[in-house]
């Protein structure tokens, strides 16, 4: 099936206006903790979760707001919980790297680099226990691939054959860290081939790419009911976090990698093959730019949660034989 | 110059009645005596002066409710030391106190609860920490502390076993357990007198329980009764009585006391405390006398050296200390160390008594009613007055062959009363 | 005609067997996995047989992953199942830790209430089998301290059959400490045999003059050391704690407010441990009871020693209780 550019086009957009807003809103100390900004890489996102069905589940990272807002969940949920307000996707309590959302089958929001790895394994699980053809999709930086959870994740897929979709956002640096001072194999699919696993790689900027890259490997998933890795080649164009100096990068790297832009890439794609004009986009920017307007308005009138409260959602209080 | 202040009796008392002035202006006072008598609420207390001097002025009328720190009497002469923060006098050992170190912030907590906490807080409040005399901590477990609140003891007249002071010294002291204290210490444990409330009576009876449980518990008892003929003793008693007022007369209750004490000067092994595992012989025989208190309860506060005493002497004593364990004017040393103890029925008991001896002690006699009976005398029948002596001894320290002598010297003490009438002091 | 018992006497291990195939019969979600539970029949013995009747898929051997395959039962709860988790010891549960902590335990309260982890993990916990520094720990400190877990420590026959199946009822993640000492351990099961409560205490033996508060292997010893004060003339009452979180405090100040004193008796090394926890809350709740300090018998800090003489020494003994007791009630100095 093609990809719908236009409306691939339309997700990173919002994804990048989002965060934008995000960076300044954390200058002017509205929203505070550690924010992880995905821009750069927002066609990786966009491109795989397009492919997937709302049965589907996802497992993400600490750098997860393009995938929340690429899976389709409100703007002002996820900026509430920017915030920290009652009326943020996860209730206020998570935070930028906690973002939750159980409608969507979206499972975090997992804060330890590779922590979520496990847990994409265990939901594939029960579906196969369960008879239930699902595809659990799981986001991890390369960065992960460090990790012993990694390692014992694919393996464990691997072995019971489960459909989970493992797909690395190889950005080239685990905070500032480079892929080659971290990994002795630097190709990460034949890493991850080892295990059995079909594994490749693809152009994480361009998201009609990075679409058909993932359609196939979520049909692979879904045929042979066993995992495949996807290797998305990417790169964050701003520092690992609003703390981050960035001191790691020399700026000739960042600005080689700004010239492949998903957006522009896209944006140019949409012009040239006479899809919309720049009339049509900046429309779609003014549109977007005032969703991100209302989200934000909506976190400022949010509510924060009282503090008798602060136990809550801690366990359920148990049970009674 | 100095003031003479409401005394702080208890970390809870914030206020006490001014019952009686035992002293008038112009009167010379020395240290530890008694000037006044105060209602805390809970008892009378005597109260006494921890100064020298003279008296100037009484402030305070009897009957007058003042709060804790209130001036009640100007002395003059008088190294007073207790004016800063308006707080009670203290119990110093010198009239002029050596200045103490200042005690650091945290442990401050002052015997005088000057500032009052809100009755609702001071429910479930520690009891004040106390301090001895020399200023140094009490080690008391937090239980004995709060106990020592609730029966009114003052921690620094108990005497902890092992360097610590737990719950059963404190009820020990407050039934009538030793103390190493002096006998000028405040307060003593408070019998029921007239303002008493009935949680005290309940508090009193909750501290006997524990007591007498502990003994129960404790002390392996072992029982033995003799049945004595009063014949010679009653005989005796009628003629000494006979040239007597009804106020100098001596009562067979005094005699049977002589006839213990002066027993139990020779049976080291019924006469002292068995304390941390060990029996401590006392050298003075001081008798424990058990009271019954109007209202419940009982209290047996000691009669010192009793067995030094004439009976003249040991009459009116005993009679005192009876009428003031029921009035709640008991000294804090005469509740702390009886070295035996006596329980007699008297006229309207029964007539036999297996007492519960009270610990630390080791031994306890019991005297029941004097009855007339048939009894065999000589090979003839006879009618002769019969008392039944039992003794309770604790089995950790003697045995039935000493409990027997022990019954045997009483009885044979009672055989020859004159003997009995002379003092040795 | 035919009387049945109403008790069975059987093994620690049996019952958590029993248990567990309990569940499983009841339950088509409840699977058990873990190293070595199928074919070698679990580390310890106790899934001896369950391969047989319940089939590969829900008796799951795993590769030597703790990491992993806790994830993965993890995620297998959020999707539907009931996952048993068997961790061969405690000291391999520490490879798993970020799992346990950070998911198991976090998921509920990050997500707001959106996702909860009804996860069982079991593990065996302990020394007294010369099994040395690395197998031999009492780590239910680590996990009692967690928000968002139950820890159970069962040390009865009764308790090792009927926790199980209240734990697989609670929405979120229970750890099951098995003490290894106590599966050779025979004891009565009430039959029919059924779920136990995990929320209380137990007193085990009634006393008056002192509590000696305990959980798990340890149970055992402090009931002889009972037996042994009560020659003495001291009376012991032996409270097992059952739930090491969250801990049933009414029960165990309701019994030292009795006696006045506490001595608290915990395998787990003394500093920061279990038996810290409770006996600060002895001293925050009754404070003003208490008549001796509360006394504490945990294991020596040295990582458990190979000699057994010395293993022996490291870890909390009848003697160490009894002379812990009776320093309580003021016996000893």
Known sequence: MMA?????????????RFEERCAELYSGERIRGFVHLYIGEEAVAVGVIDRLTPDDAIVATYREHGHALARGIAMDAVMSEMYGRTQGVSHGRGGSMHLFHAPSRFYGGNAIVAGGLPLAVGLALADRMQDRERVTACFFGEGAM??????????????????????????????????????????????????????????????????HAAERAVALVRDSGGPVFLEARTFRFRAHSMYDPDRYREREEIERWRERDPITIASTRLIERGLMDQEALDAIDADVTSEVDAAVAAAEAGTDEDVADLERHVTSGGVRP | ????????????????????????????????????????????????????????????????????????????????????????????????????????????????????????????????????????????????RRRAQELGVDLSTVVGHGGVI??????????????????????????????????????????????????????????????????????WLSGLNAERTVAERVLPAALLLKAVAVSARGMPDMNGFF??????????????????????????????????????????????????????????????????????????????????????????????????????????????????????????????????????????????????????? | MTVMPDV???????????????????????????????????????SLGLLEEFGEERVRDTPLSESGFVGAGIGAALGGMRPIVEIMTVNFSLLALDQILNTAATLRHMSGGQFNVPLVIRMTTGAGRQLAAQHSHSLEGFYAHIPGLRVVSPATVEDGFGMLATALEDPDPVVIFEHGSLYNEKGELPQPAAPVDIDFARVRRGGDDL???????????????????????????????????????????????????????????????????????????????????????????????????????????VERVVAAAERAVGRRG
């Open chain 1, 4 to 16: 719908d550019l236009p409306s691939l086009y339309r997700q990173m957009l919002r994804i990048r």
């Open chain 1, 146 to 211: 460090a990790e012993g959870e990694f390692h014992e994740s694919i393996n464990l897929a691997a072995l019971w054959r489960l459909p989970v979709l493992f797909v690395c956002e190889n950005n080239l640096y685990a905070m500032g860290t480079a892929l080659a001072r971290s990994e002795s194999e630097t190709n990460l699919a034949v890493k991850a081939a080892a295990y059995e696993v079909p594994s490749w790689s693809c152009d994480g900027m361009d998201v009609e790419a990075m679409s």
């Open chain 2, 1 to 144: 110059m100095g003031d003479f202040r409401m005394p702080s009796l208890g970390a809870d008392m914030t206020e006490g009645t001014l019952l009686e002035w035992l002293v008038h202006p112009g009167d010379v006072v020395h240290r530890g005596d008694i000037i006044a008598v105060v209602d805390t609420s809970k008892s009378a207390i005597d109260v006494e002066v921890f100064e020298e001097g003279r008296v100037v002025e009484l402030l305070v009328q009897p009957g007058t409710t003042v709060p804790v720190g209130a001036p009640l009497a100007r002395l003059d002469g008088v190294g007073v030391a207790t004016d800063e923060g308006g707080r009670g006098p203290q119990p110093e050992a010198t009239p002029k106190p050596k200045p103490k170190p200042k005690p650091k912030p945290e442990e401050t907590l002052t015997p005088a609860p000057s500032p009052v906490p809100p009755a609702k807080e001071a429910a479930r409040r520690a009891p004040a920490a106390q301090q001895h005399r020399d200023g140094s901590h009490i080690a008391a477990s937090p239980f004995a």
């Open chain 2, 166 to 235: 737990s719950v059963a010294d404190v009820e020990a002291a407050a039934g009538s357990g030793p103390s190493e204290a002096p006998p000028e210490s405040v307060p003593p444990a408070q019998p029921p007198s007239a303002p008493a409330a009935s949680d005290h009576a309940a508090a009193m009876r909750q501290a006997i329980g524990a007591l007498m449980a502990r003994s129960k518990r404790e002390i392996p008892h072992y029982y033995l009764q003799t049945t004595i003929d009063m014949s010679a003793a009653l005989d």
């Open chain 2, 275 to 425: 304390v941390d595992g060990n029996f401590r012989p006392q050298d003075h025989v001081h008798v424990g006398v058990a009271v019954s208190l109007r209202g419940g309860g009982l209290i047996a506060p000691a009669l010192h050296d009793a067995d030094l005493a004439s009976l003249d002497d040991l009459m009116p004593r005993m009679k005192d200390l009876v009428q003031r364990a029921r009035s709640g004017r008991l000294r804090s040393s005469e509740m702390s160390d009886p070295t035996l103890t006596v329980t007699n029925l008297g006229e309207q008991g029964a007539e036999l008594v297996h007492g519960v001896i009270y610990p630390p002690q080791v031994s306890l006699v019991g005297f029941g009613r004097i009855v007339e009976r048939p009894i065999a005398v000589q090979g003839m029948l006879a009618v002769r007055p019969l008392l039944v002596a039992t003794l309770a001894a604790d089995h950790r320290v003697s045995d039935g062959h000493r409990g027997g002598l022990f019954l045997a010297a009483i009885d044979a003490a009672l055989q020859s009363p004159e003997n009995l009438q002379g003092g040795t002091s």
């Open chain 3, 8 to 46: 069975q006497v059987l093994s620690f291990r049996d019952a958590v067997r029993e248990g567990i195939r309990d569940a499983m019969r009841r339950d088509e979600r409840v699977f058990l996995m873990g190293e070595d539970v199928g074919r070698y029949g679990g580390g310890f013995g106790v």
């Open chain 3, 211 to 317: 509590t000696l508060i305990t959980h798990g292997g340890s149970l055992r010893l402090c009931l002889t050391a009972a037996d042994q004060l009560a020659a003495d003339g001291i009376s012991a009452e032996v409270i097992d704690l059952r739930t090491l979180r969250p801990l049933d405090d009414q029960t165990v100040m309701a019994s030292v407010a009795r006696t006045h004193r506490a001595v608290v008796v915990d395998e787990g090394w003394r500093s920061v441990g279990m038996s810290a926890e409770v006996a600060a809350r002895v001293a925050e709740e009754c404070f003003y009871d208490l008549d001796a300090p509360v006394g504490r018998v945990a294991s020596v800090e040295v990582p458990i020693p190979y000699p057994r003489h010395l293993e022996q020494a490291a870890l909390p003994s």
